[in-house]
């Protein structure tokens, strides 16, 4: 039997559901801002900071998500095919003024989102990868007993102080190869001196990536200051920083990153009170982070969430009705393509914006009394095939203070491990499709955005100006054809991974993957995971006990009915527990 949850039908598991729909989509009108742009890298606009907003987990329901996704009132709308090689039904318009025409984004000077640092365990190394490097991501942060005074030293967890913590310190990110004999440094340990030891033979490197123990080294021959001298000892450090709860990467780690990247400001979107004073900050809600290495590559990731057409079919049952949601789009440009991004307008009230290289907001007006309802959406390339994904929602209250009808599900608790579970079932719904989609276009030459900016974009393999050939764009598909002409124009027609640049198969074990995609590296779902495997365990054993005691005190049929309900407590642990490993979807058995 499948470990599924393809029955969304109930109003509990819908609106829940619908939470993630929430987190996982959104929209805003972004100030403008230049990336890195050969041959130095461009200011961009100054990073909005994490909100402080406490609010509880939110859950929803497909009516409160259905004005991100509306289409417009309008009674005459195109919805045309168009010819294989047509261009965007509404020409894309020339740069902005004061671009310069020749500019491109450059993939390697620029930040990336990586990852929501509170979900991470910064006593643990964390491998992620970005553009086809591996990284190890941890924090520097001593582990200490107050009568340490903040100084930990390196010693086993059986010799820790009473009352030793860990201590905030700086997120990290470097190479995931020691330089020892490259072994992944992702296997190693935090030491509570606040150092990363590579756990193959040992050695020690501070959060600079200097190394600061070698254990075999002689003694005699001062070994360890003749390694620490030799530029090979060094971990391949990359500029990182937190705003706005995710950790930021900066593409590239050569000798100008760190320069170039303190020039260069965050491109986090900015919380509505950010941008205007005369919102009040408590009447902002933010929504918990969802993040997930999905199993289909940065570039299809875009093309889906600029794309609302698809939202009431591939989600139905939880963001609108493949039978009744499925109408006439008029989709028109509000920003043209430029190296910086573009924006779409989908109704009268929403907009989508595109900011290069993977920042989504869709914003939608609620009300005429200043209510706006925002998905803010991250992603960042990983390997061929993959991406990392972050998302969240942002609410504006009215003008009276109150939050409208439609929003109120917001303010309900619902713990942040059963929203990431919950979101995992609403971006499954068309995983499977942008899995295979992505993976078909490569194989069979139509398309691949998989490849180095010196490559030929025009090449056997599918070149960048060949998505419009292969494919049947029609009007509703003007937000992906922008994003496809942005590609081809101004980010060099291909994502320029690292290392091993080939198309991985399809495989529903990567698409379906909750725990090495999420779990593992999630200390909220990881703590759920444990503490339902001793329910389980903890139910079966009680059911057992009762069982064995049925002529007992209880009597036949109330130790019966206490077996069957300790029993029945354990299969739901049993259930929820598969479904944080593997969860599967068919829309075939979704009414």
């Not at 070994?223 to 971990?235: D, Q, V, Y």
């Not at 608790?413 to 276009?441: K, S, Y």
Request: glycine share 8%.
């Amino acid at each position: 039997m499948q470990a599924s949850l393809n029955n969304p039908r109930t109003a509990a598991l819908a609106a829940a559901l619908a939470a993630f729909a929430a987190t996982s989509f959104g929209s805003l009108d972004t100030p403008g801002y230049a990336h890195a742009f050969a041959p130095k890298p461009a200011a961009v606009v100054v990073a909005g900071g994490a909100s402080k907003n406490k609010s509880p987990p939110p859950i929803a329901s497909p009516a409160v998500l259905s004005p991100l996704f509306s289409s417009s009132t309008a009674s005459s709308v195109e919805t045309r095919s168009a010819p294989g090689d047509m261009t965007p039904i509404e020409e894309v318009g020339p740069d902005d003024e004061g671009e310069v025409e020749n500019d491109k984004f450059d993939w390697f000077r620029c930040w990336h989102p990586l990852t929501p640092v509170e979900y991470l365990d910064p006593a643990k190394p964390h491998k992620f990868t970005l553009l086809g490097v591996d990284l190890v991501v941890w924090n520097d942060g001593h582990t200490a007993s107050p009568v340490e005074n903040g100084v930990g030293t390196f010693r086993s967890v059986k010799d820790r102080p009473k009352g030793a913590v860990k201590l905030p310190g700086i997120w990290r990110a470097f190479e995931d190869k020691c330089p020892h004999r490259k072994v992944p440094l992702s296997e190693g340990r935090v030491e509570d001196d606040g150092t990363l030891l590579c756990s193959y033979h040992a050695w020690r490197f501070d959060g600079e990536g200097e190394v600061v123990s070698v254990p075999q080294a002689l003694e005699e021959t001062d070994e360890l200051t003749k390694i620490k001298a030799n530029p090979k000892s060094k971990c391949g450090a990359f500029p990182a920083k937190v705003v706005g709860g995710l950790l930021w990467v900066w593409g590239d780690n050569g000798p100008d990153a760190v320069l170039e990247s303190e020039l260069t400001d965050v491109p986090m979107m900015k919380l509505p009170h950010e941008e205007d004073e005369t919102i009040d900050p408590k009447d902002v809600i933010t929504t918990p982070w969802n993040n997930r290495h999905l199993p289909y590559g940065h570039d299809y990731f875009i093309e889906n969430v600029v794309d609302p057409a698809h939202v009431p079919a591939s989600h139905h049952n939880i963001v609108g009705s493949r039978y009744t949601g499925t109408t006439p789009l008029r989709i028109t440009t509000e920003r043209p393509v430029t190296s910086r991004g573009f924006a779409i307008r989908t109704s009268k009230t929403a907009t989508s914006t595109f900011v290069a290289p993977g920042h989504v907001k869709l914003h939608s007006e609620v009300n005429d009394q200043g209510a706006t309802q925002t998905l803010e959406l991250y992603s960042s390339p990983s390997v061929p095939g993959f991406c990392n994904h972050m998302g969240r929602q942002v609410i504006v209250k009215s003008k009276d203070r109150t939050v409208p009808q439609m929003l109120k599900t917001f303010t309900l608790p619902i713990p942040v491990w059963v929203l990431h579970l919950l979101g995992n079932t609403f971006l499954n719904q068309d995983a499977l499709f942008l899995h295979e989609q992505e993976r078909t276009m490569d194989r069979d030459g139509l398309y691949s955005t998989v490849g180095g900016n010196g490559d030929d974009v025009e090449g056997a393999n599918g070149g960048a100006d060949r998505y419009n050939p292969n494919v049947l764009p029609i009007s509703a598909d003007k937000g992906v054809i922008m994003f496809r002409e942005w590609m081809r124009t101004k980010a060099g027609g291909k994502i320029p991974y690292r290392g091993n640049r080939s198309m991985p198969p399809v495989s529903k074990d990567d698409v379906f993957d909750i725990y090495n995609s999420h779990t593992k590296d999630c200390k909220y779902c990881n703590d759920a995971l444990r503490r339902l495997k001793k329910v389980r365990k903890a139910s079966f054993i009680a059911a057992a006990v009762v069982g064995v005691l049925r002529p007992g005190k209880l009597g036949v049929v109330g130790s019966t009915v206490l077996a069957g309900a300790l029993g029945g407590v354990g299969l739901v642990a049993n259930k929820v527990v598969k479904l944080l490993h593997k969860m599967e979807f068919s829309h075939a058995e979704n009414d």
